[in-house]
């Protein structure tokens, strides 16, 4: 198993540990273990009680939730230096998702009495907590209002948007993750085919290119309008 160091971490300095001391950073790191999880694997599973976070160094991961239909329901993604897991321990609840890897990714896990530590005696750090957690209720307010108001054509123009501020894009000007036509069927909320018909529409009216998996956007602008997002 390989021990990252916190203190060298390229991604601490994105991460709520970035505001730790040299002395709380060493406790985290004199207790800390770290894992790597092949491409496919789950980190957390819904419905379990979690002893702690994990802080993923790199990689991406998918958090979802399976619907009352057994139908999977991908709610949000995970990168470099997010913290995943640690809002059902301060709320004291079981995991409200499954925790996916999308590629191979290593992430290290935190006790969650460092947490608790870190929380009480640092108020810059329980402020970046407080932020992180703030972004995802309105992300996962957003979500909600989309679902119940926005068509699926809509959904879907918003979601390869999403994509792109989430992970940005490869040299080749690639949206930097790949997924299949049944993934992004779940984030978007709709049948797979339905996506797969509605990305022909989008490449025919050329706002975005396909290969395989890789999809470049085109026409931003009005991918936007499509999607109504606004600035």
Not at 10 to 32: A, C, W, Y
Not at 88 to 97: D, F, K, V
Request: charged share 30%; glycine share 8%.
């Amino acid at each position: 198993m390989e021990h990252f160091d916190c203190a060298n971490c390229p991604s601490r300095i994105d991460s709520p540990f970035h505001e730790l001391s040299v002395d709380e950073l060493t406790k985290v790191q004199n207790i800390k273990s770290c894992t790597f999880f092949k491409k496919g694997q789950i980190i957390f599973h819904e419905g379990n009680r979690p002893g702690g976070i994990y802080c993923i160094r790199k990689g991406k991961v998918k958090l979802s939730r399976l619907g009352s239909d057994g139908k999977e329901q991908i709610i949000r993604f995970g990168k470099d230096s997010d913290i995943i897991g640690y809002r059902s321990i301060l709320s004291g609840e079981n995991l409200s998702a499954t925790v996916t890897t999308l590629e191979d990714t290593s992430a290290c896990f935190v006790p969650k009495k460092i947490l608790f530590d870190s929380i009480e005696g640092n108020p810059k750090f329980s402020l970046r907590i407080m932020k992180e957690m703030s972004r995802e209720l309105g992300e996962a307010g957003r979500l909600i209002t989309n679902l119940a108001q926005k068509s699926v054509r809509e959904r879907l123009a918003e979601v390869i948007l999403v994509l792109r501020t989430t992970f940005g894009e490869t040299e080749e000007g690639n949206v930097d993750i790949s997924l299949t036509r049944e993934e992004l069927a779940n984030m978007v909320g709709t049948a797979t085919e339905s996506v797969i018909r509605l990305l022909s529409e989008f490449k025919e009216d050329q706002l975005i290119e396909l290969k395989g998996r890789k999809l470049k956007i085109t026409n931003p602008d009005q991918l936007a309008r499509i999607g109504k997002v606004f600035d």
